[in-house]
């Protein structure tokens, strides 16, 4: 199925220091007039600049989107396959996606088999459906970089135990980048906005030092946009259009990746079905007059918000709960 690109969310929004944020260089320059931890950089628009590396970015989303499933669900997999868990992928050995002979289980059971967090983000026998680009600074002149000092205390004496060194941290400026899904459900949707909105209240921080009052943002959305490519539009009956296929939605109507497949091969990936939630967004053709999309804009409650208002929707059904 996932050979298939049913429907894909492309999330533009703004990373805002909301205090001193570092993300380190993995190796010391040899500039010995530069600070013992440097930003990491890149060239980017024609010069030198600090950057939000995208890895580092899905690290800390997954982290958190981890502790999310945990809190309403298990952290080990439960025997009945349909509660919510997420696994601790750095330690799981993942012989439950393999069969009595140690070879991979067909891919429709490996990705129902595997835990919430990883059918997202990934695991060693599937794909990732989440990619996160690297942050780049808006205006490169409006970055504010200084130099702070720090020593490491001995827990034992009291004293210096490494030190002192100095650190260089961002305390001002705005990075720009993009989340993609890809065949997502409308409560993989919904986890994504829950994660980018603990993250602007505070909950947990990006980089060095976050247990030191390093790594505190502030999240702005920019834009959000919804493409179904192997749809049509059909502005008479006002209905998005499978192609090859009868199925029609209305055209105001948010679809996850199970309303684009049977009810037999929906129940093979455990994929819910309806997975679809109503908006006040009206859908439109793609460049070059097909496929259709849908398009959020701005850092409001009818913007972006509103998107990730109907995701969490489908996240608290998929709890069995209500959300308003």
Same mark, same amino acid.
């Given at each position: ?12 929004? *703004? ?28 060239? #980017? ?6 950057y939000l590396p995208g890895s580092s970015l899905k690290g800390a989303i997954?982290? #958190? ?6 809190? /309403? ?20 050995? $993942? ?12 891919? #429709? ?5 595997? *835990? ?19 942050? #780049?600074?808006?205006?490169? &002149?409006?970055?504010? /970089?200084?130099?702070?000092?720090g020593v490491a205390i001995d827990r034992v004496f009291g004293s210096v ?16 980048? &993009? ?22 209240? @505070? ?6 030092? &976050? ?6 943002? &502030?999240?702005? $959305?920019? *834009? ?5 490519p192997g749809c049509i539009l059909d502005d008479d009956k006002k209905q ?10 209305? =055209?105001? $109507? ?15 990936? @455990? ?27 701005? !850092? ?5 918000? !509103? ?6 929707? *489908? =996240? ?9």
């Amino acid at each position: 199925m996932h050979k298939r690109l049913v429907n894909h969310c492309t999330i533009d929004f *703004s990373i805002i220091p909301d205090g001193p944020i570092l993300i380190k260089s993995g190796r010391e320059g040899a500039d010995p007039t530069n600070p013992d931890m440097e930003f990491v950089r890149t060239f #980017h628009q024609g010069g030198w600049s600090i950057y939000l590396p995208g890895s580092s970015l899905k690290g800390a989303i997954r982290a #958190h989107a981890e502790r999310i499933v945990r809190t /309403i669900g298990s952290e080990t997999k439960p025997s009945n396959s349909s509660k919510l868990w997420a696994n601790n992928p750095l330690t799981d050995k $993942y012989s439950y996606l393999k069969d009595s002979a140690g070879k991979d289980l067909p891919s #429709h059971e490996i990705y129902q088999k595997s *835990s919430f967090t990883d059918q997202m983000f990934g695991n060693t026998s599937i794909a990732s459906r989440v990619r996160i680009e690297d942050a #780049h600074p808006v205006d490169v &002149k409006k970055l504010y /970089i200084e130099e702070r000092n720090g020593v490491a205390i001995d827990r034992v004496f009291g004293s210096v135990a490494v030190g002192p060194f100095n650190y260089q941290v961002c305390t001002a400026g705005e990075f720009r980048t &993009k989340i993609h899904l890809k065949n997502f459900t409308l409560a993989q949707l919904g986890l994504i906005g829950l994660v980018l909105r603990d993250l602007n209240d @505070g909950w947990f921080g990006l980089g060095f030092a &976050k247990s030191r009052g390093l790594g505190t943002v &502030k999240v702005k $959305y920019n *834009s959000a946009t919804i493409q179904y490519p192997g749809c049509i539009l059909d502005d008479d009956k006002k209905q998005i259009c499978l192609l090859g296929s009868d199925n029609q939605w209305n =055209w105001s $109507y948010l679809l996850g990746v199970g309303e684009f497949l049977s009810p037999e091969e929906a129940n093979k990936y @455990g994929f819910k079905k309806p997975d679809k939630q109503d908006s006040p967004i009206r859908a439109e053709l793609m460049e070059l007059g097909f496929g259709v999309q849908m398009k959020w804009e701005g !850092d409001t409650e009818a913007g972006v918000k !509103d998107l990730f208002m109907r995701g969490v929707r *489908s =996240w608290g059904e998929l709890l069995g709960c209500t959300t308003s």
